[in-house]
């Protein structure tokens, strides 16, 4: 059904029709509406679960995980520091293989505390052995819910479901929100693989010692191979069920005949393609890949994405302190074996909810595609006020006064 709505409710409206049987609730901007609406909608009979109100982050994640383990199909929403607080039982619930579905409203981590968004939090928790999937734009994080559920229950694994704070669940907009119907059709009742029954006892979560734990996470490792396929896959049976892209591994847009294509993840790739199709209007032969995987990492689908490709651009709403690109690290691996071909850089952007404009993409694509950037650049960075604070303040040297 076409409604102008909240992306944050239309995230609601979506998991709602997914039939969830627990929903853990604790507020953190910019999640807070997504699971304010759920609330609304189990009050007025349009959603039969159990709605739980808990103390913190930790909690909300350990519930889901109790919850999951019993059999129930179990959901959270949260966001900076509060997926930061649950790390523990993050790490616990993809260990035990539950598969639950979270939203994390993409938002800074402090210090400085900052609540407007980039992707710190979520690629903090990259190798925590959650699959993460990053919606574009509101259409596709209403999408890519119904897709997680049916992805994280085949494989038994959980799945974050990755939305910019503000930028998409603040932002009122046409969503084609997924009809109950049409659901149910595409995602079966759950059918945990392990289940904790009183009548069938079983141990969930024992001791593992070092004669068994290395091939604990080789396992892993091979589960989050295969879930290539299956988040290409999904992503293909939801477009034959509904009608349109969405999900998937990646999207390209005007690679064909691109000497230089930037990589993008989340909501900056619309303001990229308007980027994208001002140059292509003036010459200049740029493409772009939008990520919608990035765990799994499609290596062999982005290996194709990049394939005539002279220079590639990794825009990130996050970075490594003191190293540089994250997603870069992962477009190293696809491009090893091209080196001397193709160049590699990482332009940081957005970092804290700073505008990302047009204009500023459109410039240092003109320079990427001159071969002026440096491995790691700041889009709009303030030098001024860096030097100043570095001139009053900078790293001390030996001997210096203190």
Known sequence: MLREIEGSKAVAAAVATCRPDVVCAYPISPQTHIVEELSRLVKVGELDCEYINVESEFAAQSVAIGASAVGARAYTATASQGLLYMVEAVYNASGLGL????????????????????QSDTMSQRESGWLQLFAADNQEAADLHVQAFRIAEELSLPVMVCMDGFVLTHAVERVDVPEQEQVDAFLPPFQP????????PVTIGAMVGP??????????????????????????????????????????????????????????????????????DDGVPVGLVTLTSFRPFPEAAMARALAGAKRVVSLERAFSLGRG?????????????????????????????????????????????????APLEFLDLDEATVAAHLAAVGPRTEGAAS
């Not at 598969?99 to 210090?111: D, Q």
């Not at 090893?336 to 410039?363: H, K, M, P």
């Open 99 to 118: 598969p639950i579905v979270m939203t994390v409203a993409n938002r800074a981590i402090g210090g400085p505390i900052n609540i407007w968004n980039d």
């Open 193 to 200: 693989v392990q289940t904790l029954d009183p009548e069938d």
């Open 211 to 280: 004669e068994a734990f290395t091939e604990v996470r080789y396992l892993a490792h091979r589960k989050q191979q295969a879930a290539v396929e299956v988040v290409e896959r999904v992503g293909r049976e939801f477009a034959a069920a509904f009608g349109r892209q969405s999900g998937g591994l990646l999207h390209t847009y005007r690679t064909e005949g691109a000497e230089t294509v930037v990589v993008a993840l989340g909501s900056v790739t619309g303001t990229l393609k308007d980027a994208v199709d001002a140059l292509r």
């Open 325 to 373: 690109g994250i997603v870069e690290e992962d477009l190293r691996r696809v491009l090893w074996n091209r080196a001397g071909e193709v160049t590699l850089t990482t332009v940081a952007a957005g970092l804290g909810g700073r505008d990302i404009t047009s204009a500023s993409l459109v410039e240092v694509l003109r320079r990427a595609d001159r071969g002026e950037l």
